[in-house]
């Protein structure tokens, strides 16, 4: 059978008939009357090239066709599309290359599929080039390279036309720029290279020139508007024709020329800079301070030393004002300590609250605007006012809170909300310990008289003091209060022993409040010579007690007892309330009408102060229960006393007030006391775990570790370290004597 043999087809005749429809596609191109492309039509053109690739040698014309590939490109643009390009301008020049360009991309396609045969295996073959990249090629090396330096110039002049306010069209800026990014075919540095750097060089230029006139004359807060304003056009630039990655680069020099070049400048103007916005609470323009200023490299550090220093004067401020407020106290001789302290607290808490506001909202909550407001706040807070430390301070404003009949009438959640914020202030406070050691006394009177207003806020604060101080700091306080409760209970269960045992009732209503030693401040228990009706007390508890416990021993305070006692007078009977003591003392006069200060002394076994207290309490005070010779407001040691049964007063029951001893100064010796113990711990807990250290070195590991408690003075712990070396704990290195061992 015979095979059909293909004619041959050779080189001039092929592409004869190419050429025909290559002109076909460059007259539809340049809007000429031409039918469309039919799938005969294509299928004719593909077939031929097939043809003229697969035919034996010689007349495989597959590299001919490549070159005359590219030459149809080169032909085009030389004879058509330059002249139409060079013969226009400006905007027009711009419209004509991005028309040309689309064409150009249409022809590309077409043509690579008529001779698509060539890319399947010719090319393949020999690593050549594809067919798409070299019609993308010759219009790069015709078109572009002659051209992009002055479309880059037209699109720049047409951004800065836009940026002074006039309209242009942004859809023609975005097809041109593509045309950048499209013949780096993948990659970038067309678009970098010959648009972007030339664009940003004319930004900061632009930029440069606008800002050296607005900072002249603008106020800060309109100058930041104006530079809020640039950034988000120039954002809104990029995404609308510039290529994304450019927004950094651009938004960067914009802020380099609007806010680092002047920041200084900007922030220290006169009377609109950041220190004029914080006394204004400008809070929106402060707020967009913060957002500018956060974009440009250290631009926060500025801002927030001048917060800092605007929180530390306003606070020094306060502080000030309750130093003059106690000194002109102190003229008046008026109650010194006391509102004066309550109100500068307030203040001290409104202060915090303001400013904590301003760095969660204005300041987005940064921790370089958290830092500035503590180290603020702790310049301040450990100032201390007229004489009382801030630890002080604060632990009385805690008890005129928490106490019956305090000075302030708030709502179970003011209070709450109230010892919240008292407990953050605690944290600026360097003397926590003796915070606590006020506290503790505080509460112990609060406690023990009954004086507690509530007891689920004695627990609140506690919890809270123990999240932000931890456990240690806070055993004891809850110690006390749990010892309230046992002590209820047990007291519950002496009334029900003496209903059981009628003849050991003492005949007086007597209650007993057991506490733990360890818990509560230490009181002095002196053996004051009870009067014969209380010790018949004493010991009918006594017996009770060791009924439930053999091994626990009773130490009575009577400093911290009371008595309410009937006193008959000639007008009329009357219920004293007293103190142990007082009581003690008037019961003296059921046996004798006349007493010296010795006699009184002496039967009561109490020192002189205590003696003197009392004393004067009941005969030179508010109510003159004793009558005293000679009528003085002094007590001496050779007065003589009298029971005054002309004594009355409108009301049937009294409260005779015991001048308070002043605790501070006992305060401050436990808490030194405590602070030598805690130092000494330190040092060895940490020469234990190092056996050999520097000086420098261990001064530093015991302030890190004491710190959260207290900051402990330097020299301190060069006696505490002294006092350890002649305790045979640590020894000085023979050779150098800035070293420290550890002996075991």
């Known amino acids: 059978m015979a095979i059909n043999e293909r004619k041959t087809i050779d080189l001039e005749q092929g592409w004869e008939f190419m050429q025909k429809g290559i002109t076909k596609l460059k007259n539809i191109l340049e809007g000429l009357q031409e039918p469309q492309f039919s799938s005969e039509d294509y299928m004719m053109l593909y077939t031929t090239i097939y043809n003229m690739c697969t035919q034996k040698p010689p007349h495989d014309y597959s590299q001919q066709l490549y070159d005359k590939y590219r030459e149809s490109f080169e032909e085009y643009i030389t004879s058509t599309v330059l002249p139409s390009l060079r013969e226009k301008h400006d905007e027009f020049m711009l419209r004509e290359l991005v028309k040309r360009w689309a064409n150009h991309k249409v022809m590309v396609r077409w043509l690579s599929r008529f001779f698509h045969y060539l890319d399947r295996y010719f090319i393949a073959r020999r690593s050549l080039p594809p067919l798409n990249e070299v019609g993308l090629t010759c219009f790069r090396d015709l078109v572009y390279q002659e051209l992009n330096g002055k479309v880059r110039d037209a699109v720049i002049s047409l951004i800065d036309q836009e940026r002074e306010g006039e309209q242009i069209d942004r859809a023609l800026l975005k097809n041109v720029l593509d045309i950048f990014v499209e013949i780096g075919m993948g990659q970038m540095h067309y678009y970098e290279n010959d648009f972007e750097a030339a664009m940003l060089k004319d930004t900061a230029a632009y930029y440069f020139r606008k800002a050296s006139n607005w900072i002249l004359d603008d106020s800060c807060p309109d100058y930041m508007l104006k530079a809020e304003e640039c950034l988000k056009r120039e954002k809104d630039r990029v995404s609308h024709y510039l290529h994304s990655s450019s927004e950094p680069k651009l938004l960067e020099k914009v802020q380099h020329e609007l806010l680092s070049v002047y920041a200084t400048q900007l922030l220290e103007k006169e009377h609109s800079g950041c220190h ?62 006391g509102l004066q302290e309550q109100v500068f607290v307030r203040k001290v808490i409104e202060l915090h609250d303001k400013y904590l506001a301003y760095v969660n909202d204005c300041f987005q909550n940064h921790t370089l605007f958290h830092k500035a407001l503590k180290e603020a706040f702790e310049v301040f807070c450990n100032k201390g006012v007229a004489g009382s430390s801030s630890a002080e301070l604060l632990a009385t404003f805690c008890d005129n809170i928490l106490k019956k009949g305090g000075s302030e009438k708030l709502s179970d959640e003011a209070i709450e909300e109230t010892l919240e914020k008292v407990v953050k202030l605690l ?39 123990k999240q932000q101080c931890g456990g240690q700091f806070t055993s004891k306080m809850e110690g006390m209060v749990t010892d309230l409760t046992l002590a209820r209970e047990n007291q519950t269960s002496f009334e029900e022993y003496l209903n059981n045992n009628p003849n050991a009732n003492p005949g007086i209503d007597l209650t007993v409040t057991v506490l733990t030693t360890g818990f509560w401040p230490s009181y002095k228990s002196f053996d004051l010579n009870l009067p014969a009706e209380m010790v018949k007390c004493v010991e009918v508890f006594r017996e009770f007690y060791q009924i439930k416990t053999k091994h626990r021993k009773l130490t009575w305070i009577y400093s911290l007892g009371t008595c309410n006692l009937i006193g008959k007078f000639e007008q009329k009977i009357m219920e004293l309330i007293v103190t142990t003591y007082q009581a003690s003392a008037l019961l003296l006069f059921n046996s004798s009408d006349r007493l ?42 050779t007065d003589h006393f009298e029971f005054n049964s002309k004594f009355t007063d409108k009301m049937r029951r009294i409260k005779i ?88």
């Open 596 to 637: 010296s200060y010795s006699e009184i002394m002496t039967q009561l076994n109490l020192t002189d102060d205590d003696v003197v207290r009392l004393l004067h309490s009941l005969s030179c005070a508010k109510y003159k229960i004793l009558n005293k010779e000679p009528n003085t407001k002094i007590i001496s040691p």
């Open 427 to 465: 944290a600026y406070i360097s003397d926590k310990d003796l915070f606590a050691e006020f506290y503790r006394k505080k509460l112990a009177r609060r406690l023990l008289f009954d004086k507690s207003a509530n007891d689920d806020h004695e627990r609140s604060i506690l919890t809270k003091l």
């Open 657 to 744: 007030p015991l001048p308070p001893v002043d605790e501070k100064k006992k305060v401050i010796e436990d808490v030194d006391k405590d602070r030598r113990y805690a130092i000494d711990a330190s040092i060895v807990r940490i020469m234990k775990s190092r056996k050999v250290l520097g000086h420098q070195q261990l001064v530093m590991e015991c302030v890190e570790q004491l710190g959260r408690m207290f900051k402990p003075d330097f020299k301190a712990i060069k006696k505490r370290i002294e006092d350890l070396i002649t305790r045979d704990y640590l020894e000085r290195d023979k050779e150098n004597p800035n070293l420290f061992r550890y002996l075991a």
């Open 276 to 337: 004029a916005l914080l006394r204004d609470d400008k809070v929106e323009d402060l707020s967009r301070m913060f957002r500018l200023f956060s974009k440009i490299p250290r631009g926060l550090d500025p801002v927030s030393g001048i917060f800092k220093q605007h929180v530390t004067s306003e606070g020094t401020a306060l502080v000030k004002q309750a130093e003059d407020a106690a000194s002109n106290k102190k003229a008046d001789k008026k109650d010194v300590v």
